[in-house]
């Protein structure tokens, strides 16, 4: 069982930045890959971004340049720098984690960008 912790969602201004954290109590080398999935009003969930074990990651064209994800081993959480929000980015985050072959989710936590 692997619980997740999200934290740092809210509301900001086009052009924005905030930064959201995924905390895995216990160690998340047993992790082999983490990402971010986003679901806003009447769409499907659809994955933002990922991180593996070795620190590959991959970003949705609609994310790069301006997301970032990453991964503190020592303090057993993922992050998500966000720059250069845009109103479409406004969605519930959620935080997903694969340990053995099975995925696990984080609550989630609202992001809006608005003016």
């Known amino acids: 069982q692997v619980q997740l912790v999200e934290s740092g969602g809210g509301s900001v201004q086009p052009g924005g930045s905030l930064r959201l954290s995924c905390a895995a109590p216990?160690?998340?080398?047993?992790?082999?890959?983490m990402a971010w999935y986003r679901q806003a009003p009447g769409k499907q969930r659809e994955l933002v971004t990922s991180?593996?074990?070795?620190?590959?990651?991959y970003y949705v064209d609609s994310v790069k340049g301006r997301f970032t994800i990453s991964r503190d081993n020592a303090k057993n959480t993922v992050y998500l720098q966000m720059n250069g929000l845009k109103p479409e980015d406004t969605a519930v985050y959620y935080c997903?984690?694969?340990?053995?072959?099975?995925?696990?989710w984080g609550q989630g936590t609202q992001v809006t960008v608005s003016s």
């Open positions: 216990g160690s998340i080398f047993s992790i082999t890959r």
């Open positions: 997903f984690a694969v340990r053995g072959g099975l995925g696990y």
């Open positions: 991180i593996t074990s070795d620190g590959t990651t």
